[in-house]
């Protein structure tokens, strides 16, 4: 039946979809930004900043954008990179995207000007005018930076167009390294949606066949497609290192379920175990994509918590079917089974369900969260049910193959010693295996220990780690550990950078990386909405504007751009000039703002009045350092000036919907799985024999959580999606590795805490072994995938599989035998209540002589 079901769900992967929207995954889902740019949106329909600004102000629209360097550090301002510049522009002008009946050009789709004519960056407006400076000997022609000025008087900001600049004084460009040309694409259509999207492509490729034909510049292109496409690429990329992982994990199962003893030997359920969760994740796809489900790259950690989670369940069953005797009945084995493992592993299963079901609920702000944790409910799910009938089978199947003496890879009747004896040394090998007539009952019970890990636990391991001169050292390597994971977690830093989570050698690294190092300078433009009908012209308005406009200064300097859109309502009686000159001289007063420009349009209403219905300044920060940090304090300051304002006021730019509030939207799925895991071991420890599991359980929880945080910022691994949820895969992964370690410790009687640390390594010690040695060995491949995301994955999951294992092998059987809870048994009182009455034992010697020893009373 589960093979059935997974074939007919798995059937829907001939029509899956694939999520386009990187902003729906990623950003957050109720984000104030996104109110504002509604709000921005409605007061400004039709965004000008591209008029004036290097700028994506209000929606980042269809866009191709190119930034051109030298690899010698050249000049690209002298007589040879501008030609090669403006020739690179006019080729990009006559790009034609063909369609039947019409041929369109940049002209046809470009974002056009007041005038009718395609909004071109003013830097090709200086570079031609500097182009015939020199063709007419001028030498009086000079750039200023950030601000210039053209021939025809108008002033234009540079900053995010020129890159690397060298200034002389009074800010005239002595040599620029890098220059950065945009070319804004209409999208208000289908049609014209489509065309563009084609067009972007095409200029990626102009681009990249001009570079071939000038090796001496080098030139990084991107596109508004261009995230969407590397983030897909992730999953094209990773597709053979998977395949390589898959048949590590399957040839290391098949070993680690292997014995020289060929009757004994399990090679086939450690195949039959991969292939049970196998079945469980196909058939959670297959319910994603028929339930309008799409695919997107962050899918490809489902595998690797399904490989932790289900590997561990079926090896924990091989463990326990290793203990039961082997001359009971399949189905009492069976049944014995059972009952020892499956309790351990449904609660933890209910774990996983609580903690990920929690991160699959509305309360997930981000999306890609969201989506990924349900997908991992579903696949969980499944895999239990699967468990419990897929593989409790197989199980069966080879328990029957076992009481028959049969091989346990060719399924033949294994011969009996002395045939054996006739054959080949070959024949020997492959068939070699203890009869059971062969064994006496004291050596019933060691019939597996031929088995190498049970071997190396009980031989050697147990009794070194327990070892009174090992454990001082033990204890000192976890306070080193402590100490360096709080020194990681001391300096964990947010990740909103969506460079974050696509292929390394992609368009999108390769332009961020251009981006950061030569024009960083200067941050993105931000608009200063004013969404309120004021008086402009009223002298303590004017100081109101002012007084908070100049409160940005406490983070950075701006360059300030006054534009009134629509409906300007100054009375016609007001000077223009004084107010706009008051506002330009109180701003060059201020030694932190560089430039005023101001755009009126006036709107005339009856009685020759209009009113103010909104208006927008356009701000541009200074930033002296790379870090997104700058940003983030940016938008915060900026928010809590808006609310202190007596003016109503927002600020927007487009990468504020992806940071706004980024920190707390991504960590609110860890937060509300912490909490939900906290309270149900809470509640369970009402339930269980003894609540010191459930205390032991949290600690050990809450000290690998914390370590995995540390070394994880340790490793330059931020906090961001992708960390988030590995972190909620921690909580379960440890769970399901040490609580069995921790109720058999626990629930032992009699005898010493080192004895029962030995017995619990004993018998869980063999299946933590096995699912720990499968997984890290399908995470390897990973770790060579180039890609960012699958970069962050291999490290999260590494350092959770890592840390989980050094407190399951080392710190819990180091501190458990010096800390609660005792096993010294209680001495009872000698009195009459206490007496027990044993009756005579018969006893019966080699001869038939039945002896008869009475037994007083004790």
Known sequence: APVLISILLGASFSRYQVEESVEHLLAPTHSLAKIERNLVDSLFPVNRSKHRLYSDLQTPGRYGRVIITSFRKANMLDQHHTDLILKLHSA???????????????????????????????????????????????TNFAITYPITHLKDGREVYNGHQLGGVTVHSKDQVKSAEAIQLTYYLQAINSLNDMVAEKWESIFCDTVELFQKSNRKVKMYPFTSSSLKEDFQKTSRVSERYLITSLVLVVTLAILCCSMQDCVRSKPWLGLLGLLTVTLATLTAAGIINLTGGKYNSTFLGIPFVMLGHGLYGTFEMLSSWRKTREDQHVKERTAAVFADSMLSFSLTTAMYLVTFGIGASPFTNIEAARIFCCNSCIA??????????????????????????????????????????????????????????????????????????????????????TNTYVKPFVVLFYLVYISFALMGYLQVSEGSDLSNIVATATRTIEYTTAQQKYFSNYSPVIGFYIYESIEYWNTSVQEDVLEYTKGFVRISWFESYLNYLRKFNISTGLPKKNFTDMLRNSFLKTPQFAHFSEDIIFSKKYNNEVDVVASRMFLVAKTMETKREELYDLLETLRKLS???????????????????????VGAPLQNSCISALFLLFF???????????????????????????????????????????????????????????????????????????NALEVHGVAILQSYLCYIVGLIPLAAVPSNLTRTLFRCLFLIALVTFFHCFAILPVILTFLPPSKKKRKEKKNPENREEIECVEMVDMDSTRVVDQITTV
């Not at 369109?104 to 182009?131: G, M, P, Q, R, S």
């Not at 370690?741 to 080192?754: A, I, P, Y």
């Open 643 to 665: 609310l202190t304002s007596k003016v109503k006021f927002i600020v927007f730019n487009p990468s504020f919907v992806y940071m706004d509030r980024y920190a707390s939207s």
């Open 92 to 138: 990009v002008t006559r790009i034609q995207v063909q369609r039947p009946g019409f041929n369109y050009t940049f002209a046809h789709i470009c974002i056009l000007n007041n005038d009718k004519t395609c909004i071109v960056d003013d830097i090709v407006h200086v570079l031609e005018e500097l182009k015939a400076a020199r063709s007419s000997n001028r």
């Open 684 to 758: 369970s420890a009402f339930l269980v024999a003894d609540s010191l599991i459930n205390v032991w359980l949290t600690l050990t929880v809450a000290s690998v959580e914390f370590g995995v945080i540390g070394f994880m910022t340790l490793w330059k691994v931020e906090l961001d999606c992708i960390s988030v949820l590995c972190l909620i895969y921690g909580i379960n992964y440890t769970i399901d590795n040490c609580a069995p370690l921790l109720s058999t410790f626990v629930l032992g009687k009699e005898f010493t805490r080192t004895k029962w640390v030995k």
């Open 380 to 465: 969980i799910f499944f895999n239990y049910l699967y468990v419990l009938s897929f593989y409790g089978s197989s199980l069966v199947f080879t328990g029957y193959i076992e009481n028959n003496y049969q091989h346990s890879i060719f399924c033949r009747k294994v011969p009996k010693p002395e045939v054996l004896q006739e054959k080949p040394a070959w024949y020997r090998f492959l068939l070699t295996a203890r009869f059971s007539e062969d064994t006496d009952d004291s050596e019933e019970t060691n019939t597996y220990e031929s088995h190498l890990l049970v071997w190396f636990l009980k031989r050697y391991y147990c009794d070194w780690i």
